[in-house]
C-alpha cells in the first residue's frame, strides 16, 4: 500500500468517527415533548419503512447486476475482454456489491440522524436560533462526512485490492450509481407525490394550513424531505464524489504522457485520493466555524454558512499547494483543482442569483403575479432556460482550463477538485430538510409562534443553500459525466468519435432524448403518484369522523405506504430504462455510437436539469416573495398565481432535474464497465 | 442547361402562374358589406404595415450582409478560400440577395392573398361550408406554391448561372435563412403579443368574448395570425426547401462514390430538382382533390385534405419511380425519396397524436385540469416532453436508412423527398389562419352565428393542420441541418470532427445552450410585448369614452403599431446572436469546433423544438375539448386552468418553438457559407 493510500484510509476513518462524535452531541440534545416525539416517531417510521422497502427492492436489482457482471465482465464468457488483472476473482462484481452496500449503508446513516434531528432542531428552536442552527448544521455534517468517508474509504480499498485497476473499480462506482438511481429517482417521486398531495387536498380544497396536523398527508410530506432532499442528494454526491476519482485515475496514464513525463503516472493514480483526503480535513476544519448569534439575520445565517464552505475551499488549495511543491508534482495540478473549485463555486452562484428573491430574475418573476398564473409561468420558464447560460458557459471555460493545463486527466481532476471539499457542502444541504421538518413538527405540537419563526429562517436559509447546493450536484454530475466518458474512450481504446460517423450521429441523438424521455417518465411518475395520494387524503377527510374539526387523528401511516408504494412503483421504468438503452446502444451501434450517446445526454440533460432547477427554485422563492408582503402578500390573487408557479416547480427541482444527474453519470459507468463488450461489434 | 433544369424552371413557371390563377378565383369571389370589408381593410393596413417596416429593417440586415460576403468570401480579402470559379463576379453575394428577394417575395405574396381571402371566406361561409373552404384553401395553395415556385425557380437559376457550385449557390440558402429569420421570431412575437394582449385585457380584465369588436387588439391579433402562420411559416419552409436541395447538390460528389459510380455525379446533382419538379406537379394536382359537402364532420373535412396530401405523394413517388427507370439512374434513390416522404408524414402524424382531443394524450391532459392550473401545467410539460421521442426515433431511423442507401448523400436527400410535396402541405398549413381569421371577421361584423360555426369547423381543422405541420416543418428543418452540416464538412473539406476533441466538445456544449438562450430570449420578448399591448389597451378602455358601450371605436391602428414596434425591437437580438455565435466559435475555436456547435444545437434544438410545439398544441386543444362541453364546459373551473394551460403554449407552439427550426438551419447555413473562412485558424 502507498503511503497516500494510508493516509485517504485514515482520512476517511476520521471523518465517519468525527460523524459519530457528532451524532452522539447530536442525539444528547433533549427530543421533546411526549407530542413532538410523536410526531418525530411518525416521521422516523415512515422514512425507515421508505427505505427498507427501497433497499429490498434495490438488493434484487443489485444481486441481479452483480451476476451480469460477474458472468460477462469478470469471468468474460463471450471471451471479448481479456483482461490480464482477472485471476478467478469476479472484481468488478465484488466492487460494484461494495460500492452499491457503502453509498445504501451512507444513506441511511444520513437518513436515521436526520429524522432524530428534526425533533431536537425544533426543540432548541425554542432556546434560540443558534442552538438550533446548530444541532440542524450538526446533522448535515454527519450525513456530509459519512458520505465522503465512505466513499472514500470505499474507493481506495478497492484500489488497493484490485490493484489500481480502475476498470475493475469503475464497478464500485457502478454501485454507487445503481443506489443514487433508486434514491434519487424514488425520493424525488415520494417526496413530490406527498407534497402535491398534501397541498392540493389541504391547502386549496381543505383550506387548512400547511404542516397542519389534521392533514393525513404531513407527515408523509415530512418524510419525503428527508427521504429525497437528504438520502437522494447524498447518494447523488456520492456518485459523483467516487465516480470521479476513478475516472481521474483511469486517466493517469494519458494525464502523464500529457504532461509530458514530469509527473509519474502513479502519482497521478494517487493525487485524486490525496485532494480528496485534504478536502476531508478541510471540511471538518470548517465545520467548527459554522456558528451564528441569537436574532442573526438571513443574510448574517447565510454567512455563516460560507464562512464554513469557503475556509475549507482556502484550506484544500492550501494543502494542495503545498503537497504539490513537497512531493515535488507538476504544479499544473494545483491549477486545475483551483478551477475545479471555483467552477462549483460559480455555478453556485449563478443558480442562487437566478433563484434568490434577493436579486432582480426572481423579483421581475414575481410581479409576473400580477397578471396571473399564465404569465408567472411563462416568466419562470424564460428565466430557467436563461439560466442555463452561465452555468454552461463556466463549466466550458472549466473544461477548457483543465484541459489545457491538464489534458483529459485534468477534466477529470477538476470534478475531483470541485467535490473536495464535498464533507460541508454537503453538510450545508442536508441541514435544510432537518430545519424544514423541524417548522413542520413545531407546527403539528402546536409550539409557540416564536419557535416556528425561528424554524422558518433555518428553513428559508435552507432553500437558498438548496438552489445553490441543486447547481452544486449537476455542475459536478456533468463534469464527473464527461471525466467518465473519457474513461470510457479509454476503456475501449477508441481515440476517435466521429460525429460524421452516421452511428456515432445517430447515437447522439438518442442520447439527447434519453433526458427528455426521463424527465417526462418522472413528471408522469409525480402526477400519478400525488393523484393515489389526492384521493387517500380526500377518503381520510370523508371517512374519518372529527378528523376536520380535529377531534379524530388521521392515518398517518396509511397515507405514507401510498407514496411508498407509488414511488417503488414508479422507479421501476425509468430506472431500467437507463441502464438498457446505453446497452443495446453499445450493443446494436457499437461503441462510437455509445460515446455519441453519451456526450449527446451529457449536453442536453446538463441544460434540462438547469433550467427545470432553477425555474422550478425561483418559482418557489417569488412564491416566498409575496408570502412576505410584498404585491399583496399572503391570500392575494397575486399570491395563487404563485402558488401554482411553485407547484409546477415541485417535480421540476425536486423530482425530474436531478434525476438527470442521475442519468447522465449512470449512463457513463454503464458504458465504462461493459464497454470492452462493444467493441468492434 | 440541362433537360432537368429546364423541366425545373418549367416546373416553377407553372407552379407560379397556377398560384397567379388560384388568386383571380379567390378575388373574384365577394369581398362583403362595408363592414366586412372595414374590418378586411383594417386587417390588411395592419398586416401590410408590419411587413414594409420588417423588410425596411431587412433590408439594412441584407445589405450589410451581402457586403460582407462579397468581401470576405467572393473577393476573399483574407486569401482564406481559393475559390476557382470566382472570376470577379461576387457570385455568393448575388446568390444571397436573389435568395432574400425571393423569400420575401413569397412572403408578401402569401401573405396578400391571406388578407383578402379572409373577408371572402366569411362571405362565403355565409353560403355553405364548401365554398368557404374552396376560398381558404386555395388562398392557402396560392402560398404554398409561391413558396415552391419561386424557391425551385431561384434556386434552379443560381446553379445554371453559378455552373451547379453548391458553395457559391449556399449564398441563396443564406438569403433565404437572413428572411426567415426575421419573418418568424418577429412574425412570432407580433402574433403572440397582440393575442396574449388582446386576451388578458379583453377575456379576463372587461369580461368581453375574443375577437370582440370593442377590444382595440382584435384588429392586431388578426393580423398577428396572418404575419406569424402565413408569412413566418411560408419563410421557415422556403429555407428548408433550399437548404435541402442546395445540400443534396453540395454531397453529390460523395454521392457519387458512396453509389459506386453507379450514378453520375452530374445526375445526382439534378436529381433533387428533379424531385422537387415531380413534387410540384403532383401538388397542383393534389389541390384538385381537396373538396368536401355541406355539413361534413371534421373527421370527414380533415379526411378531404388528407385525400390532398396522400394523393401528391403517392403522385410524387410513382413519378420519381418512372423516371428513374426511364433515366437509368440507381434505384436506390427512390427508396431515399420514400424514406423522407414517409419520415415527414410520421412526425406530423405522431404531433397530431399528442395534441389532437381525439386521441388519449391531449384527453387525459384535459382531465388534469380538474385539479386547477397547475397539474395541467404538469402534465402539458411531461407530454411535450413525451412527445419527443417518437419524432425523435423516427428521425434515426430515417436518417439511417438513407445514410444505408446512399450514404451522406442521402441524408440529404431524404430531406428533399419529405419536402417534395410542400406545394400542398403549406397550402392545408397556411389556410388555418384564413379560416381564423374569416371567424373573427364574422364575430366582429355580427353575422348570423351559423356562419361562425361553419368559420369554426373551419379553424378547428386549421388547428389540427398546424400542429401537423408544426411537426413537419421541425422534422424537415432537423434534416435540412443535418444535410447542411454535412455539405459543411464536405465544404471545409475536414472528414472527422472527434468528440473527444475538446474544441469539439466545447463547440457541442455551446450549440446546445443556443436553443435554450434563443427559447429564452423569445419568451422573454413576447412577455415584454405582450406587456406594451396590455398597457395600450388598458389606456384606450379608460380614455375612450363609450368604448365599452360600444358607442365608439377603438383605435386599431395604435394597437398594430405598438405590436409591430415591439416585435422590430425585439427580433434583432436572438436574429444578431444566431449569427454571430457561429462565427465566433469558427474564428475562435476553429472549423472542427464549428461542428459540435451544429451537432450540438441540433439534438438539442430539434427535441426542444418538438417539445415546445407538441406541449403548446395539446394545452390549446385541452382548452378546446373542455369548450365542447366536457368536463364542466366554457365557464368552469377547468376551463379556467385549461385556458392558463393554453396562454402559456401560445408563446411555446407559436413564437420559441417555430424560431429553433430557423436557428438550427441559420446556423448550419452560415457554417456552410463562411465555413472556409475558419479552416486550420
Known amino acids: ?86 485471476d478467478g476473482v469476479p472484481g468488478t462484481a465484488i466492487a460494484y456489491l461494495v460500492g452499491a452496500f457503502g453509498s445504501g449503508l451512507a444513506g441511511f446513516i444520513g437518513m436515521s440522524i436526520a429524522v432524530r434531528a428534526n425533533t431536537r432542531t425544533t426543540v432548541q428552536a425554542m432556546e434560540g436560533l443558534d442552538p438550533a442552527l446548530r444541532v440542524a448544521f450538526n446533522s448535515g455534517a454527519v450525513m456530509g462526512l459519512s458520505v465522503v468517508g465512505l466513499a472514500l474509504l470505499g474507493v481506495t480499498l478497492m484500489f488497493v485490492a484490485f490493484n489500481n485497476d480502475a476498470s475493475v473499480v469503475a464497478g464500485f462506482g457502478f454501485g454507487a450509481s445503481s443506489i443514487a438511481l433508486f434514491a434519487r429517482v424514488g425520493g424525488g417521486i415520494y417526496t413530490k407525490a406527498a407534497d402535491v398531495g398534501a397541498d392540493l387536498v389541504g391547502k386549496l380544497e381543505q383550506g387548512i394550513p400547511e404542516d397542519d396536523p389534521r392533514n393525513p398527508a404531513t407527515v408523509a410530506d415530512n418524510v419525503g424531505d428527508n427521504v429525497g432532499d437528504v438520502a437522494g442528494m447524498g447518494a447523488d454526491l456520492f456518485e459523483s464524489y467516487v465516480g470521479s476519482i476513478i475516472a481521474t485515475v483511469a486517466l493517469a496514464v494519458v494525464g502523464s504522457s500529457t504532461l509530458g513525463g514530469s509527473t509519474e503516472k502513479l502519482d497521478l493514480i494517487l493525487f485524486p485520493l490525496l485532494v480528496a483526503s485534504i478536502g476531508i480535513f478541510s471540511s471538518i476544519i470548517g465545520t467548527f466555524l459554522v456558528r451564528t448569534g441569537e436574532g442573526a439575520s438571513m443574510g448574517r445565517l447565510l454567512w455563516s454558512l460560507r464562512t464554513g464552505i469557503f475556509s475549507a475551499g482556502a484550506l484544500v488549495l492550501i494543502g494542495t499547494a503545498a503537497l504539490i511543491l513537497s512531493m515535488d508534482l507538476d504544479f ?79 477534466v477529470a481532476l477538476a470534478a475531483v477538485g470541485m467535490l473536495s471539499t464535498l464533507g460541508i457542502t454537503l453538510a450545508t444541504d442536508a441541514y435544510g430538510p432537518v430545519a424544514d421538518n423541524a417548522g413542520g413538527i413545531a407546527e403539528q405540537a402546536g409550539l409557540d ?116 408504494t407509488g414511488a417503488m412503483k414508479e422507479m421501476v421504468l425509468p430506472g431500467v430504462i437507463a441502464v438498457v438503452v ?100
Not at 335 to 362: K, R
Request: aromatic share 8%.
Open 582 to 681: 446505453p446497452v443495446c446502444v453499445g450493443i446494436g451501434l457499437g461503441a462510437e455510437a455509445l460515446g455519441g450517446l453519451l456526450i449527446g445526454s451529457i449536453a442536453t440533460g446538463f441544460l434540462f436539469a438547469i433550467m427545470m432547477a432553477n425555474a422550478g427554485g425561483a418559482w418557489d422563492n417569488a412564491k416566498k416573495y409575496i408570502e412576505a408582503g410584498h404585491l399583496g402578500g399572503k391570500g392575494s390573487d397575486q399570491h395563487s398565481a404563485a402558488v401554482v408557479g411553485d407547484t409546477v416547480g415541485d417535480p421540476f427541482k425536486d423530482t425530474s432535474g436531478p434525476a438527470l444527474n442521475i442519468l447522465l453519470k449512470l449512463m457513463s459507468i454503464v458504458a465504462l464497465v461493459f464497454g470492452p463488450l462493444f467493441v468492434s461489434i
Open 332 to 410: 499544473k495540478l494545483f491549477w486545475v483543482v483551483l478551477t475545479g473549485l471555483l467552477a462549483g463555486q460559480l455555478i453556485g452562484t449563478a443558480s442562487e442569483y437566478y433563484t434568490s428573491y434577493e436579486y432582480s430574475p426572481t423579483k421581475k418573476l414575481a410581479e409576473q403575479s400580477e397578471t396571473g398564473p399564465a404569465t408567472i409561468m411563462i416568466g419562470g420558464l424564460g428565466l430557467g432556460m436563461m439560466s442555463t447560460v452561465i452555468p454552461g458557459v463556466v463549466v466550458i471555460v472549466a473544461m477548457w482550463l483543465s484541459y489545457y493545463f491538464a489534458g483529459l486527466y485534468g
Open 449 to 564: 409562534p416564536e419557535v416556528r419563526e425561528r424554524t422558518d429562517a433555518l428553513d428559508s436559509l435552507g432553500n437558498t443553500t438548496a438552489a445553490t447546493g441543486k447547481g452544486f450536484a449537476i455542475g459536478s454530475a456533468v463534469l464527473t459525466a464527461l471525466a467518465l466518458m473519457a474513461a470510457y474512450a479509454q476503456a475501449v481504446q477508441i481515440e476517435v468519435f466521429n460525429i460524421m460517423d452516421i452511428k456515432v450521429m445517430m447515437g447522439l441523438i438518442i442520447g439527447a432524448i434519453m433526458p427528455f424521455l426521463f424527465a417526462a417518465l418522472t413528471m408522469q411518475a409525480v402526477g400519478r403518484a400525488a393523484y393515489a395520494m389526492v384521493q387517500e387524503v380526500r377518503r381520510q377527510f370523508r371517512e374519518i369522523e372529527g378528523l376536520l374539526e380535529g377531534t379524530a387523528d388521521p392515518d398517518y401511516a396509511r397515507a405514507v405506504d401510498i407514496s411508498t
Open 1 to 86: 500500500m502507498e503511503t497516500i493510500q494510508i493516509v485517504a484510509i485514515a482520512a476517511s476513518v476520521i471523518a465517519l468517527l468525527f460523524a459519530g462524535f457528532l451524532t452522539s452531541v447530536v442525539l444528547k440534545k433533549d427530543s421533546g415533548s411526549d407530542r413532538i416525539r410523536f410526531i418525530g416517531d411518525a416521521i422516523q417510521k415512515g422514512a425507515m419503512a421508505f427505505l427498507s422497502r427501497e433497499y429490498r427492492l434495490l438488493a434484487i436489482f443489485v444481486v441481479v447486476m452483480a451476476i451480469i457482471l460477474g458472468v460477462f465482465v469478470d469471468f468474460d464468457i463471450l471471451g471479448r475482454i481479456g483482461r490480464e488483472t482477472n
